[in-house]
C-alpha cells in the first residue's frame, strides 16, 4: 500500500467517503420512516417497503449493521488519508489528513447526506434496503456478535433491546395529525374527523334541548289543546307527558298521527297505544357513547335525566350527527339571534344563550365544562346572585350583566380583550 499511486490512494479515499455518505444517510433515512405509511405501503405490496420492514422489525441490529460498516470504512478512510499526507508533507501530514478527512466526513459523509435522508426517507431508505439486506446475511456473524454484548449491557441497564416501540397513538396525537394534514386531507374531511375525535369530550347534556324549551304534549290537556299542539308540531316524534315533563310516559311518532286522529277527533286510547316507550339517558352520557347506544337500541330519541331521575332535556340522534357533520338546520342560526353586535365591537347576549352555540357562532372559546348557558356561567363565575350592572372577567372576555330577572341574568354585554387580565385585578 504504501507503493501504490497516489491516483489510486484518493480513489479508494472517495470510495470510502462516499460508502461513509451511504450508512450515513441509511441511518437516518430508515429512523425517519413514517411507520404508517410504511405499513400502508407494505399492505400495497410495495417492495422496497416490505424490504425496509424485515429490516426495522429488529432496529437493534439495524443500527448495528450500519454502525459497523460505517467505523470500518471511516477507520479505513482515516488510514489511507494518513499514508497519503505523509507521502505528501511528512510527519506533518499526520494533523494535516486528521483535520482535513475530519471537515471532508463532516461535510460529504455526515451533515449532507443525512439531511438529504432526513428530507427525503423514502426515496433514500427504499434504495438502501437493496444493499442492507444482503450485507446483513453477509455480516450477521458479526452483527450477531456485536449485538449479544450491547443487548447485555442494555438489559443491565433496564431496558429491552427487543421490545419494540409503542406505535400506538393516542386521541390527542391523531388529532395533530389530522389537522396538520394539509391538502391530504379535504377541510371538510378533517372537520368531520376532529369532530369525531371530539365526541369523547362532549356529553349529551352539553347538545340536548333543554327542558323549558321541549316541545311536546301534556296527556292531561284537553282534546282540542292536544290536537293543536299536535298540528302545529314541527317536529318528528314528541314526547307525552301527565301534568309536568318529568313524567313523561312516552313518544308520539308522527307517522301514527292517521290512527290517532278520526273522524271524532282525538282517540286517546290509540294515542296510548302508538306511544313507545321512553328512551332514558343520564346527562353524563359521552357522546360516542350515546352514538353507540342509539345505534343498537334503534332509538333515535332520548330523554336525558340527572341522577335523580328529573328530566333536563331531549337529544336527538340528530343532534350527535351535528356535532359531527354540521349543522343540519338552523340551530346556529338560532343561536346568532340571541347574539347583538354593537359598534364598539362588543356583543349584547342572551343570558340563556348556549355557551357551546356561542363558541361555534362567534368563534369564542369560552369554558363548556361547566354551567351550559351564558347565565350559569357568569353565576359560577360571580359564586353570589349579583345586582344589574356587575362586570367581571371570565378569560379574555370582559363581561357586564345588563337586565336581571329574579336570580336569572337575562342580558349580558360581552367584549373581547387581546390580554387576559392577571390575577390580582
Avoid: C
Avoid at 479515499?13 to 405501503?41: C, D, P, Q, W
Avoid at 441490529?61 to 459497523?68: N, S, Y
Avoid at 434504495?127 to 443487548?151: D, E, F, H, R
Avoid at 334503534?298 to 357533520?325: F, S
Amino acid at each position: 500500500m504504501n507503493e501504490a499511486p497516489l491516483g489510486l490512494l484518493f480513489s479508494i479515499l472517495a470510495a470510502l467517503i462516499v460508502l461513509s455518505g451511504f450508512f450515513s444517510s441509511s441511518e437516518t433515512s430508515m429512523m425517519s420512516l413514517n411507520r404508517y405509511r410504511l405499513k400502508h405501503l407494505q399492505k400495497n405490496k410495495h417492495r422496497g417497503a416490505i424490504r425496509a420492514g424485515k429490516l426495522l422489525d429488529r432496529p437493534d441490529r439495524l443500527i448495528g449493521l450500519i454502525l459497523i460498516g460505517n467505523n470500518l470504512v471511516n477507520i479505513f478512510a482515516s488510514a489511507i488519508a494518513t499514508l497519503i499526507a505523509i507521502r505528501l508533507w511528512g510527519d506533518a501530514g499526520i494533523f494535516i489528513a486528521t483535520v482535513a478527512l475530519t471537515l471532508v466526513i463532516l461535510i460529504f459523509a455526515e451533515i449532507t447526506p443525512k439531511t438529504i435522508a432526513a428530507l427525503h426517507p423514502e426515496r433514500v431508505a427504499f434504495p438502501a434496503s437493496l444493499v442492507l439486506a444482503p450485507l446483513m446475511k453477509l455480516m450477521y456473524p458479526i452483527v450477531a456478535l456485536v449485538n449479544g454484548v450491547t443487548n447485555g449491557l442494555l438489559r443491565v441497564l433496564g431496558f429491552d433491546p427487543t421490545g419494540s416501540s409503542d406505535e400506538h397513538v393516542s386521541s390527542d396525537e391523531l388529532r395533530t395529525i389530522v389537522t396538520h394534514a394539509g391538502q391530504l386531507i379535504p377541510p371538510r374531511h378533517r372537520g368531520m374527523l376532529l369532530n369525531i375525535l371530539d365526541l369523547e369530550q362532549v356529553t349529551v347534556d352539553d347538545i340536548m334541548v333543554p327542558r323549558n324549551e321541549v316541545y311536546g304534549v301534556d296527556i292531561d290537556d284537553s282534546d282540542e289543546d292536544i290536537l293543536r299542539s299536535i298540528q302545529t308540531s314541527s317536529h318528528t316524534r314528541l314526547p307525552v307527558w301527565r301534568e309536568d315533563i318529568n313524567n313523561i310516559t312516552g313518544v308520539l311518532h308522527m307517522r301514527s298521527i292517521s290512527r290517532v286522529i278520526d273522524s271524532q277527533g282525538l282517540d286517546r286510547d290509540a294515542l296510548e297505544r302508538e306511544m313507545e316507550k321512553p328512551y332514558f339517558i343520564p346527562e353524563s352520557t359521552p357522546l360516542h357513547t350515546q352514538l353507540r347506544n342509539f345505534q343498537q337500541k334503534k332509538k333515535p330519541l332520548g330523554v336525558v335525566v340527572d341522577e335523580y331521575g328529573d328530566v333536563l332535556g331531549l337529544v336527538a340522534l340528530e343532534d350527535i350527527l351535528e356535532e359531527i357533520v354540521g349543522e343540519f338546520t338552523s340551530s346556529l342560526a338560532d343561536a346568532e339571534e340571541d347574539i347583538y353586535p354593537q359598534r364598539d365591537g362588543s356583543f349584547i347576549i342572551d343570558g340563556t344563550a348556549n355557551v357551546r352555540e356561542l363558541n361555534k357562532a362567534l368563534k369564542w372559546d369560552l369554558p363548556t365544562d361547566g354551567p351550559k348557558t351564558l347565565s350559569g356561567l357568569i353565576l359560577e363565575y360571580l359564586e353570589s346572585f349579583p345586582d344589574a350592572n356587575t362586570g367581571l372577567a371570565i378569560g379574555k372576555y370582559r363581561v357586564e350583566i345588563l337586565e336581571l330577572q329574579g336570580n336569572v341574568v337575562q342580558a349580558a354585554r360581552v367584549q373581547v380583550v387581546d390580554e387576559e387580565p392577571s390575577s390580582d385585578e
